[in-house]
T-cell receptor, first 114, second 111 residues
Framework: DVKVTQSSRYLVKRTGEKVFLECVQD?????MFWYRQDPGLGLRLIYF???????EKGDIPEGYSVSREKKERFSLILESASTNQTSMYLC?????????????FGQGTRLTVV | DAKTTQPPSMDCAEGRAANLPCNHS???????VYWYRQIHSQGPQYIIH???NNETNEMASLIITEDRKSSTLILPHATLRDTAVYYC????????????FGRGTQLTVWP
């Protein structure tokens, strides 16, 4: 089974803290994605990566950065956490270089910024 | 990005077929139709995808109209565990697997 593992299910951080959300996949997938999900807004793409050290902005990259130093690991960084970044964060991975393959999602990290 | 339109909610009796519609009238020739579902508090799960032909797997069937402007996901014998939000997505093949999620359809299966 493909596994996408996110380091935490629940996280509480203080405003202004630097926050790292980690995601690891075990199927040698090229593509990895970070989404956030909010009630009424659905899933929105923050950043994605199609290769090691490569990254592309998604629809809502402001306030976030990412790191992909190894193929299996894709980290989302909140440089200075704010309360409007309280959300469910979902990591996903998919193989290949086209849009014809399925994506596998992690269980999500519910982040609360206080 | 291509848009999809789905009803916000649907109900289905347990054991009956659930037919979830999706409109994607602006779909391009090289774009696939994907279906995912998300059970409460979990990450989305892939169900099925197709380009032109109807597709079937162990979870569901996908019926795509000849003009490709709409599709229907069929769960042949819905169970309570199928209660979830179902997302119909049209992929852009040039964007390396990127998926645009809309609001989806909340399917509730009742006993």
């Amino acid at each position: 089974d493909v596994k996408v593992t996110q380091s935490s299910r629940y996280l509480v951080k203080r405003t202004g803290e630097k926050v790292f959300l980690e995601c690891v996949q075990d199927m040698d997938h090229e593509n990895m994605f970070w989404y956030r999900q909010d009630p009424g807004l659905g899933l929105r793409l923050i950043y994605f990566s199609y290769d090691v050290k490569m990254k592309e902005k998604g629809d809502i990259p402001e306030g976030y950065s990412v790191s992909r130093e190894k193929k299996e690991r894709f980290s989302l960084i909140l440089e200075s956490a704010s309360t409007n970044q309280t959300s469910m964060y979902l990591c996903a991975s998919s193989p290949g270089l086209t849009g014809t393959t399925e994506a596998f999602f992690g269980q999500g990290t519910r982040l609360t910024v206080v | 990005d291509a848009k999809t339109t789905q009803p916000p909610s649907m109900d289905c009796a347990e054991g009956r077929a659930a037919n979830l519609p999706c409109n994607h009238s602006t779909i391009s020739g090289n774009e696939y139709v994907y279906w995912y579902r998300q059970i409460h508090s979990q990450g989305p799960q892939y169900i099925i995808h197709g380009l032109k032909n109807n597709e079937t797997n162990e979870m569901a069937s996908l019926i795509i109209t000849e003009d490709r402007k709409s599709s229907t996901l069929i769960l042949p014998h819905a169970t309570l565990r199928d209660t979830a939000v179902y997302y119909c997505i049209v992929s852009r093949g040039s964007t390396l697997g990127r998926l645009y999620f809309g609001r989806g359809t909340q399917l509730t299966v009742w006993p």
